[in-house]
């Protein structure tokens, strides 16, 4: 599902995130001073109270922090998240044959088990049995995550990636009522089932059409929703209407954001939202030194 229009770049990703893998950030000290994620409250995104004194909340993009050891969407990455003093990690979530929610990015199964094969040709217990490609990490259901991410005192970002079936999204609802996390996960999916089915479970991104009802009338409250998107997109000015009308405003650092030859520079961009005061970024671990004050 894309959500904004492509600027991937092949080599400059492979550049940045060979950086990111390569480097041994995973033994360093956590990069956020005085923060200790994993003995620390679970935020509720609905109290301010709960995180502005944490501003900005970060959010883990793929699933946690990614190492050789850690590939994306494991549950290695998720510890590792909360043991580097992340508040939040998105989660991207795939249906399996028997309608399952399964922890896992990529349309297909190639880059990260090897195999010309997609999440729904396999049933919960067959795809739990794959292994990530060089790794003694196992693909996992959502249901693990989400227990990891309970016992860590993390927050949640999910993004499903494919639309998917009334047992797959009640499945996500029940588990987040299971582990507690009702308070603190948003949703970046706006298929209308999702929406339905995760209503009082997890904070929705606000649509196109919201966003255009908003711009036209400000008075709009946008309580209990928030607003995603690259920096680009957002000026300072509609950051504060947004959170003048209740909203919450997350801005997405993502190094696909930036390829080689872009006039848009990621610490520009993050030195803007932290300068406006935005509530949460959500970033891949690379961008790690812009925060560490």
Request: proline share 5%; with cysteine; charged share 25%.
């Amino acid at each position: 599902m894309k959500r904004f229009p492509c600027l991937f770049n092949a080599s400059a990703f492979t550049f940045l995130f060979s950086i990111h893998l390569c480097g041994s950030f995973a033994d360093e000290p956590a990069f956020r001073s005085g923060v200790d994620a994993v003995k620390s409250p679970l935020i509720n995104i609905y109290d301010p109270s709960s995180y502005k004194h944490r501003a900005p909340i970060l959010i883990l993009h793929r699933g946690g922090f990614i190492t050789p050891e850690s590939p994306e969407c494991s549950l290695r990455a998720i510890e590792l998240a909360a043991e580097r003093g992340y508040e939040m990690v998105e989660l991207d979530v795939q249906e399996s044959k028997d309608h399952v929610p399964i922890l896992f990015h990529d349309d297909t199964m190639q880059k990260a088990c090897g195999m010309d094969k997609v999440i729904a040709d396999f049933t919960a217990d067959e795809v739990t049995k794959i292994k990530f490609k060089n790794s003694d990490q196992f693909i996992s259901t959502l249901d693990a995550a989400l227990a990891l991410c309970e016992k860590l005192h993390l927050g949640v970002m999910l993004d499903i990636k494919f639309d998917g079936s009334d047992l797959f999204y009640q499945t996500i609802a029940d588990s987040l009522e299971t582990y507690h996390l009702t308070n603190a996960t948003v949703s970046i999916c706006t298929f209308p089932k999702a929406l339905r089915y995760l209503q009082g479970k997890a904070m929705p991104c606000l649509g196109q059409e919201e966003m255009k009802k908003f711009e036209a009338d400000n008075t709009v409250s946008l309580k209990g929703k928030f607003w995603f998107g690259w920096p680009r997109r957002i000026s300072n000015e509609m950051v504060k209407k947004i959170q003048a009308a209740g909203g919450l405003v997350i801005p997405s650092i993502n190094t696909f954001h930036y390829p080689v030859g872009s006039p848009y520079n990621a610490e520009a961009d993050i030195r803007r939202m932290l300068e406006v005061g935005v509530d949460a970024h959500q970033i891949d671990s690379v961008y790690e030194q812009y925060y560490q004050n």
